[in-house]
C-alpha cells in the first residue's frame, strides 16, 4: 500500500512569489494535516482538511491557505513568500473524524527554499 | 494551551546499550500518544502509538509507557544499533482538535 507521497520534494522561489505544494493520502484515509518544520522552531501546525473542508487552522497568516479536492488529495498555497517561509513543510493523513485522534502518517516533505 | 517536553535535547550512547527518552505534556486529558522517528531532512516515521487507556504498548525492541495522571511517557530503547540514530519526537493531539502537538525531540546518536 502506498504511503503519503508530496511533491515536489524541493521548491527553490524568490521572495514574494507564491509556491504551491501537493500531498496524496494514504487510500481511504479523508483527513490531510499539514506541518512546518522550520530550522530551530520545531513541528508546527498549519492546517487540517477532512471531508473536503478546512476544520481548523494554527497561528499562521492567512497567505497560508490551502484546499481539499474531491479525491482528499490536497494543496497547500503560500502566497508573498518570505525568508522566514524556508522550511520543511510535512503532510500527514489519517483515516478521518472517527471521534477520537487517529496515528498520523507523514509524508517525506518537501524542503521550501525562499532566496 | 498544550506544551511537550523531551529530555535530553541530544543523546550519545554506544552500540547495545539500552535507553530511555522521556516526554512530557502539560495537559493530561489526551486521547493517545504518539512517537515518532525522524531521519535527517526526511518526513516521520510512525513508531508507536498509545491510547489513553493503555499503560505500555511495544514494538519489537521499542517499548513505550504513558502516565496520563503525571503528563509522562518513555521510549525505551533495548540494544540499541547505529541504525537507530535519528531524532525521535513524540507529539499529542492538542485538546479536542485533532493536530499534533510536538515535542522538540531527541537527537539520538549510536555509536558502533
Given amino acids: 500500500e502506498a504511503g503519503v507521497t508530496q511533491s515536489p520534494t524541493h521548491l527553490i522561489k524568490t521572495r514574494g512569489q507564491q509556491a504551491t505544494l501537493r500531498c ?11 506541518y512546518q518544520q522550520a530550522l530551530g522552531l520545531g513541528l508546527q501546525f498549519l492546517l487540517w482538511y477532512d471531508e473536503g473542508e478546512e476544520r481548523n487552522r494554527g497561528n499562521f497568516p492567512p497567505r497560508f491557505s490551502g484546499r481539499q479536492f474531491p479525491n482528499y488529495s490536497s494543496e497547500l498555497n503560500v502566497n508573498a513568500l518570505e525568508l522566514e517561509d524556508s522550511a520543511l513543510y ?4 489519517s483515516p478521518g473524524r472517527s471521534g477520537r485522534a487517529d496515528t498520523q502518517y507523514f509524508g517525506p516533505g518537501t524542503r521550501l527554499t525562499v532566496l | 494551551k498544550q506544551e511537550v517536553t523531551q529530555i535530553p535535547a541530544a ?6 546499550e539500552n535507553l530511555v527518552l522521556n516526554c512530557s505534556f502539560t495537559d493530561s486529558a489526551i486521547y493517545n500518544l504518539q512517537w515518532f522517528r525522524q531521519d535527517p531532512g526526511k518526513g516521520l516515521t510512525s513508531l508507536l502509538l498509545i491510547q489513553s487507556s493503555q ?15 503525571s503528563g509522562r511517557s518513555t521510549l525505551y530503547i533495548a540494544a540499541s544499533q547505529p541504525g537507530d540514530s535519528a531524532t525521535y519526537l513524540c507529539a499529542v493531539p492538542s485538546g479536542s482538535a485533532r493536530q499534533l502537538t510536538f515535542g522538540s525531540g531527541t537527537q539520538l546518536t549510536v555509536l558502533p
Fill in chain 1, 24 to 34: 496524496s493520502p494514504i487510500s481511504g484515509h479523508t483527513s490531510v494535516y499539514w
Fill in chain 1, 90 to 93: 510535512l503532510c500527514a493523513s
Fill in chain 2, 11 to 16: 543523546l550519545s550512547v554506544p552500540e547495545g
Fill in chain 2, 55 to 69: 499503560r505500555e504498548q511495544t514494538s519489537g525492541r521499542l517499548n513505550a509507557s504513558l502516565d496520563k495522571s
